[in-house]
């Protein structure tokens, strides 16, 4: 799907949502981008945008153009950019794998201007008793993907993000619409990575949380 499409419909999409508020021409981190597909969305939508990414590994050959790449480990390297440089940060399917979330959140508060917000998505506490399924291209039980710790709460990163000083303002079950919409149709139609995608949308795979970096009165 590309993303151009959601500019005008961004509430499709709880991610396109998160990204169509970020300021004109602001600066985006995106923490964990691994092979830069979902960043490569955020670009469709926002090209107006300055992107930042870190990953342990990462593929910023594939990333957007002019995008500002750090190889490093959250749990325990301090990122190269200044404090309150970020309109807004991203972190999608990364706190599963991690076994220290502490340093993640307080690299989040550091480096967000007042008022600017921090998106978070892992897998949902369900997807523990999913079948799993070895003609899906992607993970559907938790411990599908290895490299998986353990699932996440949204209360536990709620905990973790007011203990950093910023603002859980908003969660719940992340989805685009118009892939759950047509599982009904993909129900009967062969495996294909589009019938899957709409599966775990019409489920509700992921659960979000946005924060926010309070603004000092």
């Not at 978070?120 to 369900?126: G, R």
């Not at 290895?146 to 699932?151: G, K, L, Q, V």
């Not at 209360?155 to 719940?172: D, F, H, I, R, W």
């Amino acid at each position: 799907m590309n993303w151009i499409w959601l500019r005008r419909a961004p509430w499709l999409d709880t991610r396109s949502q998160f990204i169509a508020g970020v300021p004109l021409h602001g600066a985006l981190l995106d923490m964990g981008s691994s092979d830069g597909e979902t960043l490569g969305h955020f670009h469709e939508m926002r090209p107006d945008l300055c992107y930042f990414s870190t990953d342990l590994e990462g593929r910023p050959e594939q990333y957007p153009a002019g995008c500002q790449f750090h190889r490093g480990d959250i749990q325990r390297d301090k990122l190269p950019w200044p404090d309150g440089s970020m309109d807004a940060i991203t972190c999608m399917q990364l706190v599963e794998h991690l076994h220290d979330l502490q340093p993640l959140f307080q690299e989040a508060a550091r480096l967000l201007k007042p008022g600017g917000s921090f998106y978070l998505e892992t897998p949902h506490p369900k997807t523990l008793v999913y079948s799993s399924s070895w003609e899906c291209p992607f993970t559907i039980n938790f411990y599908d993907e290895p490299t998986h710790t353990r699932p996440v709460p949204l209360g536990l990163l709620a905990q973790y993000a007011s203990q950093a000083g910023l603002l859980p303002v908003k969660g719940g079950v992340s989805r685009n619409w118009l892939f759950a919409a047509l599982w009904p149709w993909y129900f009967f139609c062969p495996p294909s990575r589009k019938k899957f995608t709409s599966m775990v949308h019409w489920r509700g795979w992921s659960v979000y949380l946005i924060c926010r970096r309070p603004v000092a009165k």
